[in-house]
């Protein structure tokens, strides 16, 4: 009877998981921030605009951001930009590794956020998006870019 019990409670485990994971969500990472987000405002409507900031890791341990999401657009990806025998080019990132007390600045011409696909056709100055960093082993770092037509000054 032990084994019949035992082995109908393995068969209600979500498949290929095991049972310490299936009730555990991922951890928050209290210890990586975005700092001084904000989405260049388009002078028209446009289907991709681009996300900056500071990425900052103020953990004991390496860390790395491997995707992004939010609500008010359909896909958020991780690009940089690089001047290659004088021609600008640019290529998605899978992995942005931040070692330990280290800083990613995100800024227009470098490292930035592509965010596609927007859930508006335009966004107005000021304007308060919500941003989900995701990290490698499961952690997720909420956000917010605030759309404005420049750089904010650092510490903004």
């Known amino acids: 009877m032990l084994t019949r019990t035992f082995l109908l409670a393995l068969a209600l485990l979500p498949f290929g998981q095991p049972a310490a994971q299936a009730a555990t969500p991922a951890p928050a990472a209290s210890c990586v921030s975005v700092e001084d987000g904000w989405i260049r405002l388009p002078p028209a409507p446009r289907p991709m605009l681009a996300g900056f900031g ?12 491997v995707g992004a999401r939010s609500p008010r657009f359909g896909e958020v990806s991780l690009h940089e930009t690089r001047v290659v025998d004088g021609v600008s080019r640019m290529r998605e990132l899978e992995r942005l590794p931040l070692a330990p007390g280290a800083e990613a600045v995100l800024q227009p011409g470098g490292l930035h956020l592509m965010l596609m696909q927007p859930d508006a056709p335009a966004f107005t100055e000021g304007e308060r998006v919500p941003l989900v960093l995701l990290l490698e082993g499961g952690g997720e770092v909420p956000a917010t870019l605030v759309v404005r037509p420049s750089a904010p000054p650092r510490g903004d």
């Open 54 to 65: 500071r990425i900052t890791s103020k953990c004991r341990d390496a860390q790395a951001v």
